[in-house]
Nanobody
Framework: QVQLQESGPGLVKPSQTLSLTCAVGGGSMRGSWYAWGWIRQPPEKGLEWMGM???????YYSPSLERRIVISMDTSKNQFSLQLDSVTPEDTAVYYCAAVSSTWVINFWGQGTQVTVSS
């Protein structure tokens, strides 16, 4: 069983960088079968897949975000991170981290964290 917990600022100013971290419990990320992903849900909208990082460090990003997003991982701390540059109010959303299987199925979710972009 994998446990995931997001952390980071709940309020970010426009044009700044949004940074979130996901702590992974229940096993080591190193050599894991899972990839580690980020998904978000803006108010009154559906889920949006943002990207993910494999246990080998290879990243996969949504084409709509690839110019602004970086996903990284620190296996020594058993955590992975999201950076989203140049945010606007449209980036306001609940952000979820997730463990993704090799068949691109999300097996485990974090509880989600609200991030609001506002001056």
């Amino acid at each position: 069983q994998v446990q995931l917990q997001e952390s980071g600022p709940g309020l970010v100013k426009p044009s700044q960088t949004l940074s979130l971290t996901c702590a992974v419990g229940g096993g080591s990320m190193r050599g894991s079968w899972y990839a580690w992903g980020w998904i978000r849900q803006p108010p009154e909208k559906g889920l949006e897949w943002m990207g993910m990082i494999g246990s080998d460090g290879e990243t996969y990003y949504s084409p709509s975000l690839e110019r602004r997003i970086v996903i990284s991982m620190d296996t020594s701390k058993n955590q992975f991170s999201l950076q989203l540059d140049s945010v606007t109010p449209e980036d306001t959303a609940v952000y979820y981290c997730a463990a993704v299987s090799s068949t691109w199925v999300i097996n485990f979710w974090g509880q989600g964290t609200q991030v609001t972009v506002s001056s």
